[in-house]
Antibody, heavy 118, light 106 residues
Framework: QVTLKESGPGILQPSQTLSLTCSFS??????????VGWIRQSSGKGLEWLAN???????YYNPSLKNRLTISKDTSNNQAFLKITNMDTADTATYYC??????????WGQGVMVTVSS | DIQMTQSPASLSASLGETVTIECRAS??????LAWYQQKPGKSPQLLIY???SLHTGVPSRFSGSGSGTQYSLKINSLQSEDVASYFC????????FGGGTKLELK
């Protein structure tokens, strides 16, 4: 059974760095073709892909946010991470991690709500 | 980047009706397309991948079709549990999503 769960600070101030953790089970990020991605969704809005990390440690970022994003993984502990620097109120959203095997995101976490406010 | 234009933005349909949602890519995505269902307060769930392949456990009343830049999701015999928002997503290039379609019961 594949499960993913996001964790994060909940609330932070503008200009701070957001650190998110995705803890997963039921698959390994060392398996050929496997990927974990991060996607966010502002309240009542659409979905925005942020970054992917692959089994071979290849990393891909949304070009519009690339300078602010860092994705990484800890394969032995079944975790993936995302850091976003210089957070702004516009980054307030629900952040999801999801698994992909190159054909869409087939399993998603429940999401973690992140609010940026002074 | 590849833009995904989804239509309609909202849709009202009756139980038992057939519903179609369209997605148009700004360039050919060679069937690299997925459809998701999202219910209020829940995370998106994969319905269709590779434009026309049904994800495990998804009811057969859902189907996907299309090629090139034009794709569609069809729901046959609409059920009450199908009330949700639907999103398309291309993965031919770095992933981008359509704006979503909110499906309600008439």
């Amino acid at each position: 059974q594949v499960t993913l769960k996001e964790s994060g600070p909940g609330i932070l101030q503008p200009s701070q760095t957001l650190s998110l953790t995705c803890s997963f089970s039921g698959f390994s990020l060392s398996t050929y073709g496997m990927c974990v991605g991060w996607i966010r969704q502002s309240s009542g809005k659409g979905l925005e892909w942020l970054a992917n990390i692959w089994w071979n440690d290849d990393k891909y970022y949304n070009p519009s946010l690339k300078n602010r994003l860092t994705i990484s993984k800890d394969t032995s502990n079944n975790q993936a991470f995302l850091k976003i620097t210089n957070m702004d109120t516009a980054d307030t959203a629900t952040y999801y991690c999801a698994r992909s095997d190159r054909t869409g995101f087939d399993y998603w976490g429940q999401g973690v709500m992140v609010t940026v406010s002074s | 980047d590849i833009q995904m234009t989804q239509s309609p933005a909202s849709l009202s349909a009756s139980l038992g009706e057939t519903v179609t949602i369209e997605c148009r890519a700004s360039e050919d995505i060679y069937n690299g397309l997925a459809w998701y269902q999202q219910k209020p307060g829940k995370s998106p769930q994969l319905l269709i991948y590779n434009a026309n392949s049904l994800h495990t456990g998804v009811p057969s009343r859902f189907s996907g079709s299309g090629s090139g830049t034009q794709y569609s999701l069809k729901i046959n015999s609409l059920q009450s549990e199908d009330v949700a928002s639907y999103f398309c997503q291309q993965y031919y290039d770095y992933p981008t999503f359509g704006g979503g379609t909110k499906l309600e019961l008439k």
